[in-house]
């Protein structure tokens, strides 16, 4: 409140409020002192006037004369204040009254004292009057002096009383008024001389605000406002000083910037020519990158194809094995190839994602099975967990992300020496349209330190710097997979302990699509009971997850003797297990051993689907009855699991001729580049596989041959010197489009690495496209996909159906049993002597199911002697059960023929031990 008043409003407050306070409380005091005086007078003088009046009325009650005090009476009103007079017998009977009838109540008692009782507006007295008040009056009666005479009743009137009080409270108030109004008077005159010098000093500072800073303060009359007015005037001619000198500054700051300004001008003119100049330079360096593409992988494209082919011709051992290490130094470099130009294609910002449906565990468990065969040579352990909550059907670049995720697993196969590489897919969140998925890759490995992990997203760094690191790769891998990562709208890091192992993980959104309706539960196994063998913990729960997913019922056995065991007690129960899968390696299980399991539960109606390393499927490819329906790799797919399972319980009718080609005639294919050797290597091998090739050199020769022949398929070179292969495809369809011919199919090979590749050449007219280098498999899928015809291929080895045949093969080869223990000469060993022990037991048993005509008994041990034969070195013993097996379950009368021929193979196959031996 007191903030919000000025000066004048504050000096008026210091004066008028201790001035008021004081006026009101002295004429409150005086005012209640003079009224309490009068109050106190007018009790006296009624006291006074009745005892005046008891002498005089005294005489005329002695003689009962009541026209005197009637008249006494009369005359007393007259006295101020006094309103009525009453004289009154001793019984208190009236004598004689004067004035109105009294306000008040008489006084009670009968005390020989003068009473009173006050109202608000009069008092009563009531006096007693006696004998003594006659003396008083002049008559002396001495014997009567204290008889009660008679009573004097008087009351006073307030009235006058309260107008005196009213008129000197008055009085008393008009004073204080008048000497606040001077005082007030007297403040507004101080408050006035303040104000004004305040006022000029106020327009002052609004003057100096404004600008004026040539405005002066006179003297304002008062010591402490001059030497106030003094400061500002100083403040004033400072401020004055300080803005002619920025002004100085300003002018002089002003002339540098223009100066400045004329240099930047012509250094943005030199900025503008150099980025044109940058521009161009990107421009070559694109160009560049393309050529460079299709340079570098064009000759390696030959050396691949060729060594391919070399590698089918007539070689000694030691040339074979030049051979591959010609092949696998070209692929490492081809490798290191696409790393490079992949970055630059980053740097250079021309990479471009695609956006197609892709399911996000097949994507996982491909990456996993390419990658297998090098972690398995490791003796490493592949797991694959993709959790129920993860959608799988998404929309993103399926190619890019895989090449993201073959990385990591293979730095993660690379640096690590034993244990288990695990990658997980899992939900971190989810809307209505995406997800926000985490994939993580963990290893056992190595480990890294936070500066390891600080550097390892820097190009061309590696986590092993040491000279006795791990040879191979660029140190492009993670940056590429940062830059890949990053691009899609996610995020990737490490979490590594030194010793432990790491792992990598990714962050990502992606938008959802429709499932897929193979992720649902194959019908033929819903309900199904599946015995389940895996060692490793991990492993194992991933695969009871994938069985699950295919509606089996799964139960789970820590060694092979308890599942056969559980599968033979629920055989005799209502709920059998018709299905058993079996994770096993060989360190775990011999194949002997698993041949008879597998033996055992086939006869208890189990199917059986065995799962090993890649490295050792040879070595397990003889346990079971069928190894291309109950033999996989692992880590298992889902899909494959699925339909292998689903293929063992309800078996599909074999085909008649399950090689035959689609069409009996012959692809005609017209293959097109400018590459002498690459146009040989493509030549060579269509021709190889039993396709009509017409090779041609440049785009106007393949443009010609279309016009004068019919062909079926178009192989088509991108890059050729005059007409490249895009004009030429243009060319091809403005013809056909003008006779209106069926389009005929052209396919693109190139070596290219820049982005939009493949959209480009779909736009200039072509249907699909190959990227160099070529294999066999890839020519024969893409023939058969756009002609319908199929390419020959290479038949399976046929049985002999002569004992001559079987004679050519070796009867022990020992390089072979190596060979098929793995490398292992131990494990061959063992193998050769537990088949060796065998033998004459199983001749007998041969024999004795012969004589008794047991056409099953026979069947089956001719069956375990053929599968003990797939382990060992003895080629002429292998083909000669095979042979009989074959023609045993054909019912054919040659089987009577081939059994002799397998005895005599096991006499010959004993000889020859014993001179080994």
């Not at 996000?360 to 491909?366: E, F, G, I, S």
């Not at 063992?648 to 090689?659: S, V």
Request: hydrophobic share 40%.
């Amino acid at each position: 409140m007191l903030k919000k008043l000025g000066i004048k409003g504050r000096v008026l407050l210091l004066t008028l409020l201790p001035t008021s306070l004081m006026a009101l409380v002295l004429g409150g005091y005086f005012t209640w002192t003079q009224q309490s005086d009068l109050q106190t007078q007018l009790m006296q003088r009624g006291e006074m006037i009745a005892e005046q009046l008891a002498p005089l009325v005294a005489p005329a009650m002695g003689h009962g004369n009541n026209d005197l005090l009637e008249r006494i009476a009369t005359q007393s009103l007259e006295q101020p204040d006094v309103r009525a007079v009453t004289f009154l017998a001793p019984d208190r009977s009236p004598l004689a009254h004067a004035g109105p009838t009294m306000l008040n109540q008489a006084p009670t008692g009968d005390s020989t004292q003068l009473q009173r009782r006050s109202g608000n507006d009069a008092t009563r007295y009531l006096m007693p009057v006696f004998g003594k008040h006659r003396n008083l009056a002049g008559e002396l009666i001495p014997a009567e002096s204290d008889r009660l005479l008679g009573w004097v009743e008087l009351e006073l009137s307030h009235n006058g009383m309260l107008l005196r009080g009213y008129r000197s409270l008055f009085a008393s108030l008009l004073l204080i008024a008048a000497g606040l109004a001077g005082a007030a008077l007297l403040a507004v005159r101080m408050g006035r001389t303040i104000n004004r010098p305040l006022g000029q000093i106020k327009q002052a500072v609004a003057q100096l605000k404004d600008g004026h800073l040539e405005t002066r303060l006179p003297p304002l009359g008062s010591q402490e406002l001059d030497e106030l007015a003094s400061g500002i005037n100083r403040m004033a001619g400072t401020l004055q000083n300080a803005r002619e000198e920025l002004q100085h500054s300003v002018d002089q700051a002003t002339e540098d910037v223009r100066q400045n300004l004329e240099t930047i001008e012509i250094q943005n003119i030199e900025l503008d020519l150099a980025r044109k100049e940058a521009l161009e330079a990107s421009r070559i360096k694109s160009e560049f990158l393309a050529n460079m593409s299709h340079e570098i992988r064009t000759p390696l494209n030959g050396i691949l194809g060729f060594t391919h082919l070399l590698q089918k011709s007539e070689l000694t051992p030691r040339q074979l094995d030049y051979l591959g290490t010609i092949e696998k130094s070209a692929d490492s470099l081809l490798g290191i190839i696409n790393e490079i130009l992949d970055f630059s294609k980053i740097e250079a910002g021309k990479l471009v994602l695609d956006h197609i449906p892709f399911n996000l565990r097949d994507l996982l468990q491909d990456t996993l099975t390419i990658l297998a065969p090098a972690a398995h040579a490791k003796q490493l352990e592949l797991v694959s967990l993709v959790y129920r909550d993860t959608p799988l059907s998404l929309v993103g670049d399926p190619l890019r992300l895989k090449q993201i995720l073959t990385n990591l697993v293979s730095n993660a196969i690379k640096f690590t020496r034993e244990g288990t590489i695990v990658a997980r897919a899992m939900l971190e969140d989810e809307h209505e349209d995406s997800v926000q998925l985490r994939i993580s890759i963990q290893d056992t490995g190595i480990g890294l330190s936070n500066q390891d992990v600080r550097a390892l997203f820097q190009a061309f760094s590696q986590a092993d710097n040491s000279l006795s690191r791990q040879p191979g790769g660029t140190g492009l891998g993670l940056v590429i997979s940062k830059r890949l990562i990053e691009q899609m709208g996610g995020e990737i890091g490490v979490d590594s302990t030194p010793g432990e192992g790491s792992e990598f993980w990714i962050s990502l959104s992606l938008p959802k699509t429709r499932d897929d309706a193979e992720d649902l539960p194959s019908a033929p196994l819903l309900g199904r009971r599946v015995a389940l063998l895996e060692s490793h913990e991990l492993a194992r729960q991933a695969l009871q997850h994938q069985l699950e997913d295919c509606g089996l019922d799964v139960t789970t056995f820590n060694t092979l003797e308890t599942l056969t065991n559980g599968v033979t007690g629920a055989h005799q129960t209502d709920q059998a297990i018709d299905l058993a899968v079996l994770g096993i390696t060989s360190s775990d299980m011999l194949p002997e051993r698993l041949n008879q399991h597998v033996w055992d539960l086939e006869h208890l109606g189990c199917k059986v689907l065995v799962l090993c390393p890649t490295t050792e499927q040879t070595l397990f490819h003889l346990s079971v009855p069928n190894p291309h329906s109950q033999l996989q790799a692992k880590p298992a797919c889902t899909r494959k699991l699925r339909r292998a399972l689903s293929d063992l319980a309800n078996p599909r009718q074999p085909r008649n001729e399950p090689g035959e080609p689609l069409s009996s005639r012959a692809p005609k294919v017209l293959c097109v580049d400018d590459n002498p050797a690459n146009l040989l290597l493509v030549q060579t091998l269509l021709e190889d596989m039993g396709a009509k090739v017409l090779a041609v050199e440049s785009g106007y020769a393949a443009v010609k041959a279309v016009q004068a022949e019919s062909f079926d398929l178009v192989l088509m070179d991108v890059q050729m010197p005059g007409m490249d292969g895009r004009q030429s495809t243009e060319a091809i369809r403005q013809w056909e489009s003008e006779r209106h011919c069926t389009p005929l199919p052209i396919v693109a090979l190139t070596a290219h690495a820049m982005a939009n590749e493949k959209r480009a050449l779909l736009q200039s007219g072509m249907d699909d496209y190959l990227t160099k280098p070529i294999s066999e498999r890839q020519l024969a899928q893409v023939v058969l996909k756009w002609t319908g015809l199929a390419l020959r291929n290479h038949g399976p080895e046929r049985v002999s159906d002569s004992a001559a045949a079987n004679n050519e093969l070796p009867v022990l080869d020992h390089e072979e049993g190596l060979r098929l223990a793995a490398g292992k000469a131990d494990l061959a060993a063992d193998m050769l002597a537990m088949l060796l022990a065998s033998l004459e037991a199983d001749r007998e048993a041969i024999r004795a199911a012969c004589e008794s005509r047991d056409q099953n008994a026979l069947i089956e041990r001719v069956h375990r002697l053929h599968g003990a034969t797939r382990y060992c070195g003895v080629p002429q013993l292998r083909a000669a059960c095979q042979r009989s097996e074959t023609l045993l379950k054909q019912g054919d009368p040659k089987a009577v023929a081939a059994l002799e021929e397998l005895e005599r193979a096991i006499n010959r196959l004993a000889a020859q031990a014993r001179i080994s031996a």
